[in-house]
């Protein structure tokens, strides 16, 4: 076989590059034999088809001659130096490399196609080199050419998203799995659900009846929450986050750490919130100091038990769904986190700046997003969302689907949609004047829903849609179990 110097010269890029003397960027000897075997022996192509692209060699040459086999295989047809003895025949830069003639030479230099798969990881991980370094000049570039619109911390979100897209390319996946496979994990399952007394088989909410609805929050599942104003979304989704990240912290198997992305609250915010339900103390005390001399000491004590719970807060305003992803990868490898929960959908912007118009289509792209994150990351993602105004229209006020606000694919990507509704809400706004008969009425009607919310499963891939009755103390913003309560 000619020598891969006379017949493939080096491109000037690579040879000129300043880190070549430290840094193997090609190897044009894998190229060949990688290329040699698939014309020798077309089956040894699903070795490397999953991962391997034309653009991953480093020699042009090597690239048409990659993509030529790779169309052939994929018509059906046999893909060896006769079948393409024409194409090489007409193609100027094959012919410069000698044309059918290399094509010989790079089948009959072969000594086996075991090697097929090493070969084939070796040219994909120096391509990753090779980008590496592309992407680190560019950075270097973009970063000297100062531009107003472009801070800093903007230039560390692309670049996190430039190097995750890189790392994700060539990317096998599971591919298909055989049914008994299936059923092996399935029935693992079903044996950890029956073996845990709470039946709980993914993140625990931390509350008994939503649990049992759900089986807990199941990794790559999109779980929307949402609700009116002053109905308890955020109560609930903090009371959720806190109660996953308190039960890992306690060692127990359901829980798991938390992501909690707070557009609307700061983060300072939801900690009050949450040390006051723990301390049964009302936040709105908390803030304006009006703590008693008795109950100082278990405030302190209630924030020296819940201090090293794995809960994370970013409440960074106006994220997009580029900058939330590139975060939620960032703080699974940092924290293993198994739960995020984001407040509110509709406070999140989209890849792309987009006029009014063309909102729903925004909304759409962000709940793909979401559910991709899910499945991506493997943990359960709970989004919260606004409704509609068309729930105050109606007599009865309960949520339905059709009053998710921009619902576009809202409803369609989401594993479960759940409501959150108070009547206590709307009942309390109905005060007719004391001492009158219609008031005696209300006070009847009041104590029948007084400290009662409803979570109303609308929509579950996994299992029935109901109502579930639950506990609401709105001094603590705390749900509970409302048997216990």
Known sequence: MTTAAAILP????LTQSPTSELLPLHNLEAEQ???????????????????????????????RIFENIQRLIHR??????????????????????????????????????????????????????????????????EVRNFDLDQTA??????????????????????????????????VETAEIAFKRDSHVVGVTSGLIDLDKALGGLHPSDLL???GRPSMGKTALATNIAFNAALSHLNNQREGAPVAFFSLEMSAEQLATRILASEAKISSDRIRRGEISSQDFPL???ISRQIHNIPLFIDDTPSLNIMSLRNRARRLQRQHNIGLIVIDYLQLLE?????????RVQEISEITRALKGLAKELNVPVLALSQ????????????????????????EQDADVVMFVFREEYYESRKQPPEGTEKYAEWQHRMAAVYNKAEIILAKQRHGPVGTIKMFFDGKLTRFGNLEQS
């Open 153 to 186: 911390s903007q230039h560390i979100e692309n670049t996190e998203k430039k190097l995750y897209d890189l790392a994700m390319k060539g990317q096998a996946g599971n591919g298909a799995v055989a049914f008994n496979q299936a059923l092996i994990k399935a």
């Open 33 to 63: 034999s990688l290329l040699g075997a698939l014309l020798l022996n077309n089956d040894a192509f699903e070795h490397v088809s999953d991962f391997l692209r034309a653009e991953h060699f480093s020699h042009p040459v090597h690239v």
């Open 350 to 358: 989209g890849s792309q700046r987009r006029n009014g118009d063309n």
């Open 299 to 301: 405030f302190v004590e």
């Open 387 to 410: 409704l509609s105004r068309a729930v105050e229209q109606r007599d009865d006020k309960r949520p339905q689907l059709a009053d998710l606000r921009e619902s576009g694919s809202i």
């Open 76 to 141: 059906g047809q046999i893909a060896d130096p006769i079948t393409l003895k024409d194409i090489m025949a007409q193609d100027e830069p094959l012919k410069a490399a000698g044309g059918p003639g290399y094509l010989v030479d790079l089948a009959a230099s072969v000594m086996s196609i075991v090697s097929t798969a090493d070969y084939g990881r070796l040219i994909y991980d120096l391509y990753l080199r090779r980008q590496l370094i592309s992407i680190s000049h560019d950075v270097v570039q």
């Open 10 to 13: 080096l491109s000037p890029s």
């Open 224 to 226: 929307i929450l949402a």
